[in-house]
């Protein structure tokens, strides 16, 4: 693997290139499609479901549209208003879940307060949800069991171990419990051997906690709510982060100038884990076209 990072002369801090990794895995995926595409004849297929009209929503989904044409998938999205119900959402996912063209379904979230999220996650058949958040991929997540993992934390990893940062016997803390980024995130560190911590609201005296990290996780959903005060001399911080400021910038959890001049490495926000994300996304749905019959697929 290559180690893709630039220097911040002015701060001397190692900023993780997250724009150069996730190209690299968008090219990787590209081969691999166009030699499952020759050798089986298997096009991978990717659905993205937006319900409503979410500016925010309908950009991320421009987004993996974007990408699907990239790197060769099939890519078909299906638009419904805002005020659908929950029966015509699960009447798509389950057409969906019987058309074999199509390897991956995506519901772009948050969805209207009329539909239940974990409902229509669980209606994705398993060997589809490229999104890793079904029960039955947490758990096997959890059992250290093949599956499709959750596209951010998963993301996080490929940054951690494409720029040559160790894991295993470090001690990781992770801002943040989400179930989409936090508790897996924890759980995929700890399946490499680093000591983990998650803290949350509620966590006493969460600077002490940070402190300990040598791989420091922000994902709270607060702009710049980790200063320097808060890290490890020479840790590893990575912003999974993504807050809009009222005068439109895009930040960050953690103070970016200040944390950059401590930690050893760090990743930004625009240019780091948010285009992770979308990379890994195009990873899920190629591996879930490669395994039609292999250990995902239902019983």
């Known amino acids: 693997m290559g180690i893709f990072i ?7 801090a190692t900023i993780i290139d997250g724009r150069k990794i996730a190209q690299d895995i968008r090219r990787d995926v590209k081969e691999t499609a ?36 990239d790197v060769g998938f099939l890519s078909r999205q299906y638009d419904l208003s805002g005020d659908a119900d929950e029966k015509a959402l699960l009447e798509l996912v389950h057409e969906l879940n019987r058309d074999a063209a199509i390897h991956g379904i995506l519901v772009q979230l948050p969805l209207p307060r009329q539909i239940r999220s974990e ?21 096997r997540l959890v059992a250290g069991q093949p599956a499709l993992r959750p596209c951010t934390p998963a993301g996080v990893m490929e940054m951690l171990d494409r720029t040559g940062i160790p894991i295993e016997g470090k001690e990781a803390v992770i801002v943040g419990r989400s179930n989409i980024v936090g508790k897996p995130m924890a759980l995929m560190l700890l399946a490499r051997h680093a000591t983990v911590t998650i803290c949350h609201t509620r966590t006493r005296n969460l600077p002490e906690v940070t402190r300990r990290a040598e791989i420091l996780v922000a994902a709270a959903g607060k702009p710049g709510m980790i200063t320097a005060t808060m890290v490890h001399e020479g840790a590893a911080v990575i912003d999974v982060g993504m807050n809009r400021l009222p005068d439109g910038k895009l930040v960050g959890d953690v103070c970016f100038e200040e944390v950059a001049r401590k930690a050893s490495y760090i990743s930004p926000v625009p240019g780091g884990v948010g285009l992770m994300t979308r990379a890994m996304l195009m990873k899920n749905t190629l591996q879930a076209a490669a395994y039609l019959s292999g250990p995902m697929h239902p019983e």
């Open 6 to 12: 630039y220097r911040d002369v002015a701060n001397m």
């Open 34 to 69: 166009r030699i499952l595409k020759d050798s089986k004849g298997i096009v991978p297929g990717l659905a993205v479901v937006l319900v409503g009209d979410d500016p925010a929503s309908a950009m991320y989904v421009r987004g993996k549209r974007n990408d699907c044409e």
């Open 119 to 139: 409902i229509i996650i669980e209606s994705i058949a398993p060997h589809k949800d490229v999104d890793g958040f079904h029960p039955i991929n947490i758990g």
